[in-house]
């Protein structure tokens, strides 16, 4: 029996794809020199932005949803120290579950929190402390300078901070030393996730992204002070954000220890940044001992609130039945986690090893730790929210391009299974809100389809 027919076919294979390969090559030796210049950077984060904000904006289609199905009524309420939401928080298509916590806090803050006493105020209707304020409060401020109603003025945030995110991703730390390709398909990826359109929704990412990538972009040109700020600015917007200022800190540390002659003056700066790298978490919990009693009322009042109890044992001890449901509910976020794990796992050697060691301690550091934080937290109870997380363990991309750049079958079969998920799953289940009629339209509706 002859293989010849095999071997031809395989041989026909190879050829497309080389040729393929070629193709793009050239195609991206041609975009290079253009690609890292601010008029073309600033023309990819609009356009990705748009295209974002273009498709969450259209999602709403499949449930009647327009942009805004409240002109006029901005969110408000009629007696803030009884209501527990404001009316019309979720006017906006892109204003879904979380961001109502956020709107309120923008709205409210904690003025009408009972007063200090023995135990949190977690069954409070006017006290909510399961969330961080920072976000909320930052759309506050926008609001007062701007006159624009609290859930626009959170949008306008999220979108300018996404905006300024995109566009700091293809500047020259990173391309210099991932390679203009590998940064491109990188922000590629990013967008593609099953949770990009979070860049365009009223949620905190937005804001802990730009921050995050901010402080890499202090420390690649050593501007600590300012490196030190913005992470510590990270860590006070959401719990996974103290990744990227225990990451900087760190990568602060690789740097001195690399250095010949260290004093006295050099370890007491160390140490003043290291303590700046933690700000914003360190703001937090001063506002909550001193007004609550608790500085960890957030991590309490969360598992008063959600049902759980997060803890080291419950990592290393899971019940099985958390991973079950993390695979069996809508969102499949165990699967996700486990995806991001494996592409990490087998890119970041590649991936990282193009950055000097402190940078590649602070990327390190900032993916394990954010993992960690929110595995930690939401695992017993089946990973909830672990693709939104996700996001901030930026060198989660870096891994998959390096991985994905040389085999585009591979990419090609990835793109299809996370741009499928993204609509027809997360960002249905996002733009659906709750409520049964979503398990109907984007999760029923495919079993009945088949």
Not at 46 to 51: I, Q, T, Y
Not at 255 to 267: F, M
Not at 400 to 405: F, S
Request: glycine share 8%; hydrophobic share 50%.
């Amino acid at each position: 029996m002859t293989t010849a027919p095999f071997d031809r076919l395989i041989a026909g294979w190879n050829r497309f794809w080389a040729r393929r390969r070629a193709g793009v090559d050239r195609l991206g030796a041609a975009l290079a020199p253009r690609a890292t210049t601010v008029p073309f950077r600033l023309a990819v984060a609009l356009l990705l932005l748009a295209v974002q904000f273009l498709v969450a904006v259209r999602s709403g289609d499949r449930f009647g949803a327009p942009f805004d199905r409240a002109p006029g009524h901005p969110p408000a309420f009629h007696d803030p120290s009884r209501e527990r939401v404001p009316a019309n928080w979720d006017r906006l298509v892109v204003a879904r579950w979380d961001s109502g916590q956020y709107i309120e806090l923008g709205l409210r803050g904690y003025r009408y929190c009972p007063p200090r006493g023995p135990a949190l105020a977690v069954s409070s209707a006017t006290c909510n402390l399961a969330f961080y304020p920072t976000y909320g409060l930052v759309g506050r401020w926008v609001g007062a300078l701007t006159g624009l109603p609290i859930d626009f003025a959170l949008l306008a945030v999220s979108l300018v901070c996404s905006f300024l995110f995109l566009f700091l991703w293809t500047g020259p730390a990173l391309t210099e030393r991932l390679g203009v390709a590998e940064t491109y398909l990188a922000l590629l990826l990013f967008n593609t996730f099953t949770t990009g359109y979070c860049l365009v929704t009223i949620q905190t990412e937005p804001l802990t992204l730009v921050l995050a990538m901010g402080a890499f972009m202090a420390f690649s040109r050593r501007w600590h002070l300012l490196g030190a700020l913005l992470a510590g600015a990270t860590s006070g917007v959401r719990i996974t954000g103290s990744a990227v200022g225990l990451a900087y800190a760190a990568g602060l540390l690789v740097e001195q220890l690399q250095r010949p002659g260290w004093t006295w003056r050099d370890w007491a700066r160390l140490c003043g940044l290291a303590v700046l790298c933690g700000w914003g978490e360190l703001t937090l919990m001063a506002v909550h001992a001193i007004r609550f009693g608790d500085p960890l009322a957030y991590i309490h009042a969360h598992g008063q609130a959600f049902r759980h109890d997060p803890s080291l044992s419950a990592l290393l001890w899971p019940d099985p039945e958390w991973l079950v449901e993390g695979i069996d509910y809508p969102l499949h976020e165990a699967l996700w986690w486990v995806a991001a794990l494996f592409w990490y796992l087998l890119g970041r050697r590649e991936a990282l090893a193009r950055f000097p060691p402190a940078q590649r301690t602070f990327w390190a550091l900032t993916f394990w730790v954010t993992i960690a934080i929110a595995t930690i937290g939401m695992l017993p109870i089946a990973l909830v929210g672990m693709s939104r997380y996700l996001l901030l363990a930026l060198p989660l991309f870096f891994a998959m391009a390096v991985v994905m750049k040389p085999r585009p079958a591979l990419l090609a079969v990835w793109l299809a299974v996370s741009i499928w998920h993204y609509w027809n799953i997360d960002l249905c289940t996002y733009t659906g809100g709750m409520g049964w009629h979503v398990l109907k339209v984007c999760h029923e509706g495919h079993l009945l389809k088949s």
